[in-house]
Every structure is written in structure tokens, then in C-alpha cells.
């Protein structure tokens, strides 16, 4: 076995003794059709508000402009499933992500001891720590390295794993050995499809529509929810589950083994009443370091606020 194979199975093993849930290595290369979806997909005016996806366009599709002479992209899961589930359709719901403190933080802190680690075997690495934090198209590295699919709800999708997952990534000079990507296994499923309460999904699938998407309209969204979604919320205040919570291969999901991803028990304990009685002092102690602090306490006040309207 030559030196790069075994590197290879070193750092799969440690990502996988520091809690990952999977590991796999793209070549970092140019992105020469994933550069093309997305110029289509920011042309068709998809993102929204979100206008910092327009931004550092050749960053996101050239890992080499990120970390020079880079020549791997390691891909790593970060498991977040969990069969708790806090609010119901008559209370306001919150994605299963932001349950408990910000991922950025959990994630970050374990792909830098595998960089880290990576240096303390391999020697001098330049290379630098991706999650969800710079221009990186994590879910396109992930497909490329074999991780899963990029499912028809554009979520990545693992075979054995579901798709209840945080995506993390290290673009490093270090040559290694790459995996292979694999096949779509969607089939004709189209359950997300048809489940997405504000019709975010084209019909066809594989194509999200963010000004149309919960997650859009109740984190990213500045502005006030245009009113053609009253009533189609479906009580999230926070964040949207529903495609993952339909899809068939989250059968193969399992809980994380994470504790600073459980809620706390104040969290547990908020009821409808609660959240109409919300203020900004109870905000604060409820989510400082969680996901949901991002939104503020404006934010999510106005996310409670739209969920009592009827369509």
C-alpha cells in the first residue's frame, strides 16, 4: 500500500473517531457544470434576497482560489437526525437543525482537530475549514466525493444515512486518494414534491425556488412574507423539515449521538402560549449560540406574528 492510500484510510479514520458520520475525497478541480447551474439558477432570480449568493462566484467554483495549489477536497457528515420533534401543526415548529447550539461552531471545531491531525501525520498542509461559512458549493463537493446524491428536493442524499446532515469540508494541498461519485436513486419518487407547502420545488424536481422556500422565508427573508403564503406555512416559525420528513430514505436515519445538539429543557417546555408571549429577554436566554439567534428577535416575532394569518 502506498503512502497516499494509507494517509488516506489515516484521516477517514479520525474523521470518523471525532464524530463524523462520513468521509469521502474530491479531486479540487475546476467546477465546470456545477458553475453553469448555478449562473442559470442565479439568472432565473432563485435566491431571492439572498444576494450574497452572487457574490465571489469564482471562489464557489474553484477550490483553488480558496487554499492555492489545492488538490483535495476532503467531504464530511455531520449526523443531526433526531425522533424528537418540538411543536405539532397547531404550534409553531422549529427545523430539527436549530434544536440545539449553532452547527457552524460544533462542526467547525472538529473539522479543524481533523486538519489538525491531518498536519501531525502529513507534515506542512495548507488547507482551510468549510461549514457552511464561505463561498463553498458544499452540497456539488459532496456528490463529487460519493457522499450521497443530490436528491429532487436538491438536499444530499446518502443510501445507508438519509440526508440528516450538516456538510463540512477541508480543501488542502495534500494529494489523496478520491472516491467516486454515485448514482441518483430518486427514481420516480416525488414525494417531496408534492409535500412542499409553498410549491418551492419545480415540478420536474431537482430545482428550488428559494423565494418560495420556508427556510427562505423565515431566516434569509429580510422583508415582510409576501402574503400569497398565509396560510401555507404549515407552523413553521423557524426553518422547514417537511421534504426530509417525507422522504423514504430517511427511513435509514439514525439519532445523533451529539449532546450539544439535544434542546434544552426550556425549549422543550414552550408551548403555543409561550410563544405568543415571547419577548425579547426570553428570546435571548432561549437561543444565545443556537441557529435561531441569527433571525433576532424582530425576526422571529414576525414569523409567529405571519403564522396566525389565514390564506
Not at 275 to 284: G, S, T, V
Request: charged share 25%; hydrophobic share 35%; glycine share 6%.
Amino acid at each position: 500500500m502506498n503512502d497516499r492510500l494509507i494517509l488516506t484510510s489515516q484521516v477517514k479514520k479520525k474523521a470518523t473517531d471525532l464524530g463524523f458520520s462520513g468521509v469521502a475525497i474530491a479531486r479540487a478541480e475546476h467546477m465546470d457544470a456545477e458553475a453553469k447551474r448555478l449562473e442559470q439558477w442565479l439568472s432565473k432570480g432563485l435566491h431571492g434576497e439572498m444576494s450574497y449568493m452572487a457574490n465571489h462566484f469564482d471562489l464557489r467554483v474553484d477550490p483553488t482560489k480558496l487554499v492555492p495549489g489545492a488538490k483535495s477536497v476532503i467531504c464530511l457528515l455531520y449526523n443531526y437526525h433526531t425522533n424528537e420533534t418540538l411543536g405539532t401543526e397547531d404550534e409553531p415548529r422549529i427545523s430539527r437543525y436549530a434544536y440545539g447550539k449553532d452547527y457552524h461552531t460544533v462542526v467547525r471545531k472538529n473539522a479543524k482537530s481533523l486538519l489538525a491531525y491531518i498536519r501531525e501525520i502529513a507534515g506542512q498542509v495548507e488547507g482551510r475549514c468549510f461549514v457552511d461559512s464561505a463561498p463553498v458549493l458544499e452540497r456539488d463537493w459532496a456528490k463529487r466525493s460519493g457522499l450521497g446524491w443530490v436528491g429532487k428536493n436538491t438536499l444530499l442524499i446518502n443510501p445507508s444515512k438519509g440526508s440528516w446532515f450538516f456538510l463540512a469540508e477541508i480543501i488542502c494541498d495534500l494529494e489523496l486518494d478520491y472516491d467516486l461519485p454515485i448514482k441518483d436513486y430518486c427514481g420516480t419518487c416525488t414525494r417531496c414534491i408534492e409535500a412542499c407547502p409553498t410549491q418551492a420545488i419545480s415540478a420536474d424536481g431537482y430545482l428550488v425556488d428559494g423565494s418560495r422556500c420556508i427556510s427562505y422565508l423565515t431566516i434569509e427573508l429580510k422583508n415582510e412574507i409576501p402574503v400569497e403564503f398565509a396560510g401555507k406555512m404549515d407552523s413553521w416559525m423557524f426553518g422547514c423539515d417537511v421534504c426530509q420528513q417525507v422522504c423514504p430514505w430517511n427511513r435509514f436515519s439514525t439519532p445523533h449521538q451529539e449532546p450539544d445538539f439535544l434542546p434544552s429543557d426550556a425549549l422543550k417546555q414552550m408551548g403555543k402560549k409561550d410563544w405568543e408571549e415571547l419577548d425579547e429577554e426570553k428570546f435571548n436566554l432561549l437561543f444565545k449560540h443556537t441557529p435561531i439567534q441569527r433571525t433576532s428577535y424582530r425576526g422571529l416575532k414576525r414569523n409567529l406574528e405571519f403564522l396566525k394569518r389565514k390564506a
